[in-house]
């Protein structure tokens, strides 16, 4: 079955304490993306990659980094999270131009 | 940076009623892109519409873009209990980034 995986699905952890957020994808995709869902904001991207070893910011990249060794993971690292980086988190991927597919979501509490 | 705007923020109809939600933005686009997300779920495609089209149908859906407007509106007809979620337009131009809009959250009463 075609998707994209997130782990883990909810997170409750504490300032400053570093965490990974995986994200993997069956589908062969070049492009992968990380967002964050907050109330009233819509989606906002964080980073994206266009292709292995190929990674860029996107509108909110402060606080996170990403990397893309292998086609299928791109895995969201938070080195010293912080309470405002509390949120819903998606991965996403697609084709080039084409409608992308996300995962399930990961729930992020900082405290 | 919001591209999308949608509106209305919410909408409540009954069983059978049709829904209309729309969307603006601001800039030249390659394509916008509709989603839907049950709560606390993924976003699920529901339809794209490249720039040199004005319509497009999917089952009970029908987009229309206005690319003069700079807008674009959902139609859901004979809407269903099922189709209480949340949706979101989403407008991609060059180098595949999508910018969403803040989305329409979707109520129908049985």
């Known amino acids: 079955e075609a998707q994209v995986t997130q782990n883990p699905r909810y997170l409750i952890t504490v300032t400053g304490k570093k965490l990974t957020v995986t994200c993997s994808q069956n589908m062969n995709h070049e492009y992968m993306s990380w967002y964050r869902q907050d109330p009233g904001l819509g989606l906002r991207q964080i980073y994206y990659?266009?292709?292995?070893?190929?990674?860029d910011k996107g509108d909110v990249p402060e606080g996170y980094k990403v990397s893309r060794k292998e086609k299928r993971n791109f895995p969201l690292i938070l080195e010293s999270p912080s309470p405002n980086q509390t949120s819903l988190y998606f991965c996403?991927?697609?084709?080039?131009?084409?409608?992308?597919?996300f995962g399930d979501g990961t729930r992020l509490s900082i405290l | 940076s919001q591209q999308g705007e949608e509106d209305p923020q919410a909408l409540s109809i009954q069983e059978g009623e049709n829904a209309t939600m729309n969307c603006s933005y601001k800039t030249s686009i390659n394509n916008l892109q509709w989603y839907r997300q049950n709560s606390g779920r993924g976003l699920v495609h529901l339809i794209l519409?490249?720039?040199?089209?004005r319509e497009k149908h999917s089952g009970r859906l029908r987009v229309t873009l206005d690319t003069s407007k700079k807008s674009s509106s959902l139609l859901i007809t004979a809407s269903r209990a099922a189709d209480t979620a949340s949706y979101f337009c989403?407008?991609?131009?060059?180098?595949?980034?999508?910018?969403f809009g803040a989305g329409t959250i979707l109520r129908v009463k049985s």
């Open positions: 996403a991927s697609s084709f080039p131009g084409q409608p992308q597919h």
């Open positions: 989403a407008t991609q131009g060059e180098g595949n980034k999508l910018v």
């Open positions: 990659s266009m292709n292995v070893e190929v990674t």
């Open positions: 519409i490249r720039s040199n089209e």
